[in-house]
Every structure is written in C-alpha cells, then in structure tokens.
C-alpha cells in the first residue's frame, strides 16, 4: 500500500510475476516530495553557512579579548610603575629633597594607571562575555543543522517512499492500480503472496478436535495431485462453527466444528511454489491418537 496520497506514475510488475523483497513494484508522482527535498537541503546549507559564521565571529572576539588581555597586562605594569613612583616620592619628601607637588604629581599618576587597569579589564570581560555570545550563536547554528539534517533525512525518506517496493520476496497476485490513478494513504496498489505461506483449514467436530494440539502431524491432499505433503496443526479455535454458541441436546453438540489450520513447511511450500497455488481444494488428515501411526496411503509423498 501507499504511505502517502499521489498519482501512479507506473506498475512495473505484472500478475503471476516472482518478485525479490525490495523490488519496486509501483512509483508514485514525486514532484512535492522531490520540492521538499530541495527545501530541506536548502535549510540545511543555510544553517551551516550560519555555523560557520557563528565559528567566524567567535575566533575574531577571542582575538579582540586576547587584545585586550595584552591592554590589561601593559596598564598594570605601568601602575606598578606608578606606585614605585609614588613611594618613592613620599620617602623623599620625608627627607625634604622634594616638594609636596611632586608628590602630588606621582599620586595623580598612580591614579590615573588605577584607572586605566580598571578601564582595561572591562573592556576585557567584555570581550569576553561577547565571546560566551558567540560561542552560544554557534551551538544554535549546530543545532539548526542537527534539525535541518533530520528534515532532510526525513524528506528523502518521504521521497523514496514514493517508490512502492516489495516487503517480502513473493508473487504478485492482483494489480489493483494502474499508471494514472490517484490512490490515497493507505490505498491498496498490488496483492502480494507469500509462496512460503501455505494452508489448508479443515473443520472438525468437537469430540475430534478435543484431541488435537498444536503442531502435532498432519498431512495434505490435493485434488488432481499424487502426492501427500506434510504439515502441522497451528491453530485450533477456540469458537465453534456453523452453529449457534449455545447448544442444550447431545445431537447438536455433534454439530459443531472447529477451525483446525493445517501449515505446510516453509521449505516445502518454496520449494513447489509453482505448484501449491491459493484456492486449491483437496483433503487434510489429521491423527486423533497420538500414538498411532499413519497409514501407508498418507505416507508423505512428494511431487517429481
């Protein structure tokens, strides 16, 4: 089936053709998938071309906080160079060999190198904070192409979903659209068989049926085919049929049957795929007492 709405572009299997899992079996019109292919990729390329701006802006204002770092270290060495200054100033006014204006200068000084150690540092955290911005900028960006990624991975799933494939490995039973339909999602395109699937239901009354477990023996006859093939009981209903539920004499007991689902082996129906074919009518046999053995008529016998 389509897991989208479109229009059969073409069938490119026939009924009764064998058919690998995987196979494309139908291809839908792709315009608007293939458009939001191209949009996604677009989105994407444009969230890279920010993250590479983003990396850009940060490696600039690392240099600009590595500037001023050097701005901090060059103003605090010049007030160190102040406070030596100034001290030294003050120890020789205490001698009398310099004037209080002096002083006064080398006091003016240090302050003001105070001042530009502290204009120097802001101007660094800053920059640095400005750094954090760009660093933060560019996780954006990442995650904008994480998500644009994920939109394109998403589209070229969409898109390659346009092309309707086998799931298992089987025959094609029915095409059930043609080239030019208009199907929707979930709309039927082709009926596949599984070829390693064969059954037969048999129906029991309720005095057989009590005896049986699944996957005990049984075996198969066709109608038109010499040959008994084996197979298994896998299913027993639980429900009775042909028969209203709720029965009161021992006659109408006798009435009931029981679906009984009897499953050829998976390499035996693959390996006559061509010859066990759905609707064939024929006979299932089944053995009440487990101890008992099958007669040489129902001895398996396989097809040349």
Do not use: C, H
């Not at 094609?172 to 082709?190: D, F, H, P």
């Amino acid at each position: 089936a389509s897991l989208y709405p479109g229009r059969v572009k073409a069938v490119l299997v026939e009924e009764g053709a064998d058919v690998k899992e995987g196979d494309i079996l139908a291809e839908l019109s792709s315009e608007t998938s293939n458009s939001r292919l191209e949009e996604a990729r677009a989105a994407e390329l444009r969230q890279e071309e920010a993250v590479g701006r983003a990396k850009a802006a940060e490696a600039q204002m690392k240099q600009t906080v590595a500037r001023a770092q050097a701005n901090v270290d060059a103003n605090r060495q010049q007030l160190r160079v102040a406070k030596m200054e100034l001290d030294n100033a003050r120890k020789l006014l205490a001698d009398q060999l310099v004037s209080q204006s002096e002083v006064t200068k080398r006091q003016a000084d240090y302050e003001r190198a105070v001042a530009a150690v502290k204009a120097a540092e802001a101007a660094r955290d800053e920059a640095q904070a400005t750094v954090a911005q760009s660093a933060a900028a560019q996780a954006e960006a990442r995650a904008g192409v994480e998500q644009a990624r994920a939109a394109v991975k998403s589209a070229t799933s969409a898109n390659d979903d346009m092309n309707i494939r086998a799931p298992i490995a089987g025959r094609v039973e029915y095409t059930i659209a043609e080239a030019g339909n208009v199907v929707a999602a979930g709309s039927k395109v082709v009926s596949l068989l599984d070829p390693a699937d064969v059954s037969m239901n048999i129906f029991l009354p309720t005095d057989s049926m009590s005896r049986l477990k699944v996957n005990d023996d049984a075996r198969i006859r066709l109608d038109g085919i010499d040959a008994v093939f084996p197979a298994k009981i896998k299913f027993i209903a639980t429900d009775a049929q042909f028969t209203p539920k709720s029965v009161e004499t021992v006659d109408e007991r006798a009435k009931l049957m029981f679906k009984v689902k009897l499953q050829v082996p998976r390499e035996t129906a693959v390996k006559y795929n061509r010859l066990l074919k759905g609707g064939l009518t024929g006979n299932g046999f089944v053995k009440t007492d487990d101890k008992g053995a099958w007669p040489a008529e129902l001895a398996v016998r396989l097809p040349n």
